[in-house]
């Protein structure tokens, strides 16, 4: 859109926790317009958080909050022309866009588990993500590192 911005939809927090953030995180996880059975993979993926990690003095949804914080990057790259070279130049990430890479990258990287079901998975990826491992980590890790490596190219961000 040229001109104006799209106006921002207002989401409903989810029955259970009454979070905004969990109704965002099982939009990312839906298929095909399936949201009762997104709600209740989310919900049996906390449930086995909370089983898995009874030691834990911290409640499950804040496991998975710690989580989504873990594997959140801060700066990507974005590919740039100049002068008939294309240059990775590293920029900072809007906060919208930093927690929409970090649920996207959750979801895709559980799927890409071994595992029965898909909150076996989820859950996981959410221990991984937890205790700083698992491939949406590493994803994040990768992202701040060709940022790194890029960075004599930081005077060229738009």
Not at 67 to 94: C, D, H, M, W, Y
Not at 110 to 116: F, L, P
């Amino acid at each position: 859109m040229r001109k104006s911005k799209p106006k921002k939809r207002i989401l409903l927090p989810d029955p259970k926790f009454h979070d905004i953030e969990v109704t965002r995180f099982v939009n990312n996880l839906m298929l095909q317009g399936k949201k009762s059975i997104a709600y209740s993979i989310f919900y049996d993926a906390i449930d086995m958080v909370g089983e898995k990690m009874k030691d834990s003095d911290k409640a499950p949804i804040e496991v998975w909050k710690q989580a989504l914080e873990n594997i959140t990057p801060q700066i990507e790259v974005k590919s740039r022309r100049v002068g008939g070279a294309n240059f990775q130049v590293p920029t900072e990430i809007r906060p919208e866009r930093k927690i929409s890479i970090s649920m996207k990258n959750m979801v895709l990287y559980a799927r890409k588990r071994s595992g029965h079901s898909m909150a076996e998975k989820l859950c996981a990826e959410i221990i991984a993500a937890y205790n700083n491992e698992g491939a949406a980590f590493k994803r994040k890790e990768d992202m701040h590192k060709m940022a790194e490596a890029n960075k004599a190219f930081a005077h060229f961000r738009f």
